[in-house]
């Protein structure tokens, strides 16, 4: 038995749905949001309760992927304190999906486009995973 109140689930239908976690925190007209949530559909190759990963879909690389908070933050400017162990578990899995796709060693490229004149066309924080070359 589930104890609804203590709970950082949600019900929705019938199930628990691991996506609500995100609905505190989402903003209704950001796309990654909408990935997160379930209303816009994405390439995810991992998901967990705080991080989710799916493919670029304009890939600038064999493998290019988002690394994604399920927490809306709006940019790498907008990190506080609190964020830092989102900001290390974002880092530990891209670690992780270098040695999942077998180029740990081989090398990889990590960015964080920060706002406008770095590139920043997305304002949800999202790590990009390129590699594969
Ligand atoms: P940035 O320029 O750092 O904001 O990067 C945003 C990235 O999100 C770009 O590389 C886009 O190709 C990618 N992107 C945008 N919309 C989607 C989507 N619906 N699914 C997957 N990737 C996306
Ligand atoms: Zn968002």
Redesign the pocket.
């Known amino acids: 038995m589930v104890d609804i109140a203590s709970h950082p689930f949600h019900i929705k239908g019938n199930r628990l749905n691991f996506c609500d976690l995100a609905t505190d925190s989402m903003e209704k007209n950001c796309?990654?949001c909408?990935?997160i949530i379930g209303e816009?559909?994405?390439?995810f190759v991992y998901q967990d309760e705080s991080l989710v990963v799916?493919?670029?879909?304009?890939?600038?690389a064999p493998i290019?992927l988002?690394i994604v908070p399920r927490e809306h933050i709006r940019s790498l400017n907008d990190v506080k304190e609190k964020d830092k162990d989102t900001l290390y578990k974002m880092i530990m899995k891209a670690k992780e999906m270098a040695e999942e796709h077998a180029i740990a060693e081989s090398g990889y490229r990590l960015?964080?486009?920060v706002e406008g004149g770095?590139?920043?066309?997305?304002?949800?924080l999202?790590l990009?995973f390129l590699g594969g070359w």
């Open positions: 796309p990654f909408q990935i816009k559909p994405a390439d799916f493919k670029d879909i304009h890939p600038h290019h988002l960015v964080f486009n770095g590139g920043q066309v997305i304002f949800h999202h990009h």
